[in-house]
């Protein structure tokens, strides 16, 4: 594996996330004590992958900032910087020039996926296959394209959302390319691999497989996404060495926490944060300095760094942002957002709303 490449795609915005991503890229989010992006390179680390580009655009510097040339992290760490947004197909070829190996693992920055990639890169090898897809099944594949498969393993076409779907398998956003593949990817443009690479790959004979995953799979895209996804980091249902401990929660240094209050469901108390008498917390992630008053109740929530919750106030599958102020006896439902320091008076009542 020490001969094999890992691209990180992580150029995105992370409009779906937002309040969180003002303040940092999607990628860098506190998820399980540590930026998300953390528990990709460890588990990249320990499959023997030392060779890591990561491709970025928004808040470029931000990644820099915190993983530098990677030494920390036991990895070899370069940065792209795309001018422009240029789509997965071109964000892939703008990292071109850094690549020394023959396999090439590219990865879309927001999916958490549980496959071995030793087994990946060996059954894209033992194939030689010009690209291998990681695939992976999903209950409902209306909302997504799907990726039929001979029963030989090799794909047969790429099919847009359909209401009707063919199949159940769908891209995990987990690729492996033959080198000489990305230099046919057209450069200094934007380019689509769903809708131009993968399509054209095909139509020209080249040996492109899918390799179907069974495992743990979780596109972080969504607030519900990320705080499930970062709950089961926590209770170790999803795979990382970056998570030393798996349990019901996930307690930072410097954090305090009540002896009367309850932590479950996969929870992370972030560091200098503090959760008073009585409060209980389920499945949701406290930012750095996050402050949760007596009796209060959070459940599958964000609560952005340095944001309160007043007391007896219900907070339920909503998110809210760095600095926030909630008023005691507060209800938020059902996808509330909170802007950073938006300040919301005692006894408010709020349902699938932006505030």
Known sequence: MADTDAVILVGGLGTRLRPLTLSAPKPMLPTAGVPFLTHLVTRLRAAGITHIVLGTSYRAEVFEAHFGDGTDFGVELEYVVEAEALGTGGGIRN??????????????????IGVDLVEFVESHRRRDADLTLCLTRVPDARAFGCVPTDPDGRVTAFLEKDPNPITDQISAGLYAFRRSVIDTIPSGRP????????????ESGAKVYG????????????????????AD???GIAPSPAVDQPGESLVLPGAVVDATAW????????????????????????????RIAAGAVVRRSVIGAGASVGEDALIEDTVIGDRARIGARVELRAGARVWPDATLADGAIRFSSDL
């Open 191 to 202: 380019v689509s691999v769903e809708r131009e690479t993968f399509p054209g790959l095909l």
């Open 263 to 290: 932590l479950t469901g996969g929870t992370t108390v972030g560091r200098d944060a503090q959760v008073a008498a009585g409060a209980r917390i389920e499945g949701s992630v406290l930012f750095d300095g996050a």
């Open 211 to 230: 390799f179907v995953h069974s495992g743990y799979w979780r596109d972080f895209g969504t607030p519900a996404d990320f705080v499930e996804g970062s």
């Open 95 to 112: 990292v071109a020039d850094t690549l020394r190996g023959d396999t090439v693992l590219v990865f879309n920055g927001d999916n958490l």
């Open 233 to 235: 980091l926590v209770r």
